[in-house]
T-cell receptor, first 115, second 115 residues
Framework: AQKVTQAQTEISVVEKEDVTLDCVYETRDTTYYLFWYKQPPSGELVFLIRRNSFDEQNEISGRYSWNFQKSTSSFNFTITASQVVDSAVYFC????????????FGKGITLSVRP | KAGVTQTPRYLIKTRGQQVTLSCSPISGHRSVSWYQQTPGQGLQFLFEYFSETQRNKGNFPGRFSGRQFSNSRSEMNVSTLELGDSALYLCASLPGPPLHYNEQFFGPGTRLTVL
């Protein structure tokens, strides 16, 4: 069975603060993918990043960075110098190897960035 | 390139009725997956389709069904609606077969309210 835990439910920060969203996952598979999606108020999920289980290299994309640690089964997401436009619900998701696209999502973290 | 289209965007039904939701994937995309999003259960996988065939199904009762047409458009149907079926139903499209590493492109969802 697979499980994704996002222990933080709501985070509120002031603009320009850095914020880290935590994600812990469980799977028995050795091959899997981890994803982060953003859900703005409009509703659609927007893809942010994909990482496979064999690639523990951290990634940075502009103000966004991701830290993947297999030893702690974590895939954390940091937003540097947050902006009001970053306000959204953020989901971490897991996909196990195989001929299916099923994503197991965490419950999501509601991020509010105040001006 | 147009994104994923879902119709209708909002729907109100009463218990016992049935409903059909439609999803048009991105042009050229061949797989469609469906998710249900509720405050209590979060995002849960319903099913996925490729080449007009259901490839994988989540843990939902038989009242939930779907199909895919030759042009890759997909519909999902919920019969004998229950109050608990009130949710945001999200559709995602994928460029090829449903594989675990594929990025999924989500539509804006259909908000179903059951009274």
């Amino acid at each position: 069975a697979q499980k994704v835990t996002q222990a933080q439910t709501e985070i509120s920060v002031v603009e320009k603060e850095d914020v880290t969203l935590d994600c812990v996952y469980e799977t028995r598979d050795t091959t899997y993918y981890l994803f982060w999606y953003k859900q703005p108020p409009s509703g659609e999920l927007v893809f942010l990043i994909r990482r496979n289980s064999f690639d523990e290299q951290n990634e940075i994309s502009g103000r966004y960075s991701w830290n993947f640690q297999k030893s702690t089964s974590s895939f954390n997401f940091t937003i540097t110098a947050s902006q009001v436009v970053d306000s959204a619900v953020y989901f971490c998701a897991l996909s196990a190897a195989g001929a299916n696209s099923k994503l197991t999502f965490g419950k999501g973290i509601t991020l509010s960035v105040r001006p | 390139k147009a994104g994923v289209t879902q119709t209708p965007r909002y729907l109100i039904k009463t218990r016992g009725q049935q409903v059909t939701l439609s999803c048009s994937p991105i042009s050229g995309h061949r797989s469609v997956s469906w998710y249900q999003q509720t405050p209590g259960q979060g995002l849960q996988f319903l099913f996925e389709y490729f080449s007009e065939t259901q490839r994988n199904k989540g843990n939902f009762p038989g009242r939930f069904s779907g199909r895919q047409f030759s042009n890759s458009r997909s519909e999902m149907n919920v019969s004998t609606l229950e109050l608990g079926d009130s949710a945001l139903y999200l559709c995602a499209s994928l460029p090829g077969p449903p594989l675990h590493y594929n990025e999924q492109f989500f539509g804006p969802g259909t908000r179903l309210t059951v009274l």
